[in-house]
């Protein structure tokens, strides 16, 4: 029997697409599900796309990784977590030497170093690759980020080239990015700054309708307009889609939906590495914490109803305001790939995974849901000087925020004036006045630890690296805490 090139566990939305990829390139397939007694997955694939590719189906394990050429390639598209332990423990026992696994899944980057050291330890290889682009670029073209066990790279490298999006210079979005969990932390610093994007595109939407009274029509038109321009993206592209979307009685979609966010976790990492590595990510935990308050549903309608507010006016038009959510919107997005960035050039350094900022950069500007035509200069500008510790250093990035700054800061004014809620766009604000003041009021932070703790500070007129303490009652001593930053 002839063997298949490649195998697929996992026939939901994300793993049904890569195998129908995979065949569409021409790679013969094997697919496997776990079986169900209410439902025959397996059966159901080959029925609806058996004929458009060189497909095998299996509902038994061992058949199924025997139909497959040595070295076996297996890609799991199952459900991020235990799921992806369970599978792997199923396929130890039936693999060979060499054999590779693949995780296309959500999962953490510490399960994914755990999972590289595990299965290298009995003689195979792992490989945890992010994979973005929801069911369309599983199908057409997805952003792929691979990583792990770098000497199966060479055998998959081809494979995976060929599933992935294409970006306008032709090039595929998937390239190594480096030892252990390094692909599943750029694929979760994705997703980060997915969340503040969107929550960013949520905020602009809210002002429209909000203070300007613009209706849904009416917004999916600018997000149209500007989607032709600096803040052409994916996101900004469906946001139009999704506010022209009417239900068959010809009311719009979105005005049923309610404003309940979920989330399945990488938002939320983003945000705990981002705290364990020390890196400022303000924005993009703001984006985290409002899906958290969003789901407090029942809480704000108890305290909507406390603190009842004027009804908006409307007075806002078109012209200045527009240009001003525009601007806010642009510069808070920069602010945001700004923070993400930081904290991969950070966790980069601590696990030694030597990330290429410009090759991730280019590998987001197809396939995956944040793609968006910002990506190009922050490509160049790491292409230029790959270890910078912040885009807002270089000089493209600083014209832009200096040109949107007035404009920003005027919405903001509005927002707060008029009781509207835009976290996102002020938090991105407000990292930027911080990052950008060389003294910050933590000289007063320091004075009240060593004050209650002597916890000690450094001083302007000491050498860096040299703790004091203070007696600041007269009744203390010179004992002080230990000295060491957690
Ligand atoms: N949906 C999306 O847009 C994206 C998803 N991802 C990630 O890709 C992965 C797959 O996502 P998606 O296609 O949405 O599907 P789900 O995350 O819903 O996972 C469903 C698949 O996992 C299988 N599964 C669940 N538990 C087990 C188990 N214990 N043992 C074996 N198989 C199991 C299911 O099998 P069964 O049918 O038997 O239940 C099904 O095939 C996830 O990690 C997800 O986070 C990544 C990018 C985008
Ligand atoms: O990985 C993705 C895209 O890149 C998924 O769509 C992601 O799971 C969505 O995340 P969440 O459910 O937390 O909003």
């Known amino acids: 029997m002839e063997k298949s090139d490649i195998g697929v566990i996992g026939l939901a939305v994300m793993g049904e697409g890569l195998a129908l990829n995979l065949a569409g390139k021409g790679y013969r397939v094997s697919v496997y599900n776990r079986p169900h007694r209410e439902k025959d997955v397996v059966k159901h694939f080959m029925q609806v796309h058996g004929e458009e590719g060189r497909f095998k189906g299996f509902d038994h394990l061992a058949a199924f990784v025997q139909s497959l050429t040595s070295p076996r390639k297996i890609l799991m598209m199952v459900k991020a977590g235990s799921p992806v332990d369970e599978v792997i423990e199923q396929l130890l026992p039936l693999l060979q030497p060499g054999d590779i696994l693949m995780d296309g899944g959500n999962s953490n980057f510490e399960d994914t170093e755990r999972r590289v050291n595990y299965v290298e330890s009995q003689g195979f290889y792992f490989i945890g690759a992010g994979i973005s682009g929801g069911q369309e670029g599983a199908l057409h073209g997805a952003s792929i980020m691979p990583g792990g066990s770098e000497k199966a790279w060479p055998e998959v490298k081809e ?61 999916a038109s600018w997000f149209e307009t500007w989607n032709t321009g600096k803040l052409k993206s994916y996101l900004i592209e469906i946001t139009a889609d999704i506010l022209r979307h009417k239900e068959k009685d010809g009311h719009f979609l979105l005005d049923r939906i309610l404003d309940v966010a979920g989330q399945k976790g990488t938002g939320r990492w983003s945000v705990i590495n981002a705290m364990e590595l020390g890196v400022p990510l303000n924005l993009i935990a703001t984006a985290v914490f409002q899906r958290d308050l969003s789901a407090e549903k029942e809480l704000r309608m108890r305290t909507a109803a406390k603190y009842e507010r004027d009804t908006p006016v409307f007075t806002h038009k078109p012209g200045v305001m527009i240009q001003e959510i525009h601007d806010a919107l642009y510069a808070s997005k920069i602010i945001s790939y700004a923070q993400g960035f930081a904290l991969m050039q950070q966790a980069s350094l601590y696990f030694n995974w030597q990330l290429n900022q410009a090759a991730i950069a280019r590998i987001w500007r197809a396939g995956c849901i944040i793609r968006a035509a910002l990506l190009n200069p922050i490509a160049e500008t790491f292409d230029h000087t790959p270890l910078l510790p912040n885009l807002l250093l270089a000089s493209w990035f600083k014209a832009q925020i200096i ?5 920003w800061k005027s919405l903001l004014i509005k927002t707060t004036r008029e009781n509207t809620a835009v976290p996102a766009f002020s938090a991105a604000l407000n990292y930027f006045y911080s990052l950008t003041t060389a003294y910050l009021p933590a000289n ?16 302007t007129d000491a050498p860096r690296g040299e703790f004091f303490h203070e007696d600041w009652t007269g009744e203390g001593n010179d004992t002080h805490a230990g000295i060491y930053n957690a």
């Open 403 to 407: 040109e949107t700054l007035p404009t």
């Open 159 to 219: 494979i995976l080239q060929s599933i992935a999006a294409k970006a306008e210079d032709g090039s595929p979005c998937c390239e190594w990015m480096g030892k252990g969990g390094a692909g599943h932390f750029v694929k979760m610093v994705h997703n980060g700054i997915e969340y503040a994007d969107m929550q960013l595109i949520s905020e602009a939407y809210f002002v429209m309708k909000h203070m300007m009274g613009t209706g849904n029509a009416g917004i």
């Open 444 to 459: 007063l932070i320091q004075a009240q630890r060593d004050y209650f703790g002597a916890h000690t500070f450094e001083r």
